[in-house]
T-cell receptor, first 110, second 113 residues
């Protein structure tokens, strides 16, 4: 299957700091999605991106669809304790399948 | 509106036993998916369905079967469980092909001893 590489694998930050993470692929995608997963729960969709170069915000979260269509970025501004969790990227192309990254684990230290 | 629900939430099986995981959605979504999540490997697609009565293989289909007899339900079966199938299983759905917003269920944690 297609591999999506997420970095960093884990992050430990102070409350109030900004966070940046990215996702890269060897293949082109037409859609990029970002999810957050809390312990013991299913992933929850945060942001969907449908066009190369697109920049979309959802509250303190901002995500970008890379120009090459092989990468995407997620930024979280002014982190708070409830931002703790695992963040996943996912890519979708013209087929029926979604391909997920391995996740970035975020820990926010109060 | 419950969204996507999964039954059961936890299960322990012995090697060779069979079981069925049930996924139900009340959003009238066309597409449904079964994933497994293992540590360090993200989510991997097992099988999916683009509509009632249709199913297709995903990335890791071996050892699993599925059925979509009703639009709102998607069943995942393990005929003869193996320890390698110990995982957390997630069901997801999307409205239709042009909408790529997947909604996930809470997961089923399966342990095969």
């Amino acid at each position: 299957g297609q591999q999506l590489n997420q970095s960093p694998q884990s992050m430990f930050i102070q409350e109030g700091e900004d966070v940046s993470m990215n996702c890269t692929s060897s293949s082109i995608f037409n859609t990029w999605l970002w999810y957050k997963q809390d312990p013991g729960e299913g992933p929850v969709l945060l942001i969907a991106l449908y066009k190369a170069g697109e920049l979309t915000s959802n509250g303190r979260l901002t995500a970008q669809f890379g120009i090459t269509r092989k990468d995407s970025f997620l930024n979280i501004s002014a982190s708070i304790p409830s931002d703790v969790g695992i963040y996943f990227c996912a890519g979708h192309n013209t087929g029926n399948q979604f391909y997920f990254g391995t996740g970035t684990s975020l820990t926010v230290i109060p | 509106n419950a969204g996507v629900t999964q039954t059961p939430k936890f299960r322990v099986l012995k090697t060779g036993q069979s079981m069925t995981l049930l996924c139900a959605q009340d959003m009238n979504h066309e597409y449904m998916y079964w994933y497994r999540q293992d540590p360090g490997m993200g989510l991997r697609l097992i099988h999916y369905s683009v509509g009632e009565g249709t199913t297709a293989k995903g990335e890791v289909p071996d050892g699993y079967n599925v059925s979509r007899l009703k639009k709102q339900n998607f069943l995942l079966g393990l005929e003869s469980a193996a320890p390698s199938q110990t995982s957390v299983y997630f069901c997801a759905s999307t409205r239709r092909r042009s909408s790529y917003e997947q909604y996930f269920g809470p997961g089923t944690r399966l342990t095969v001893t």
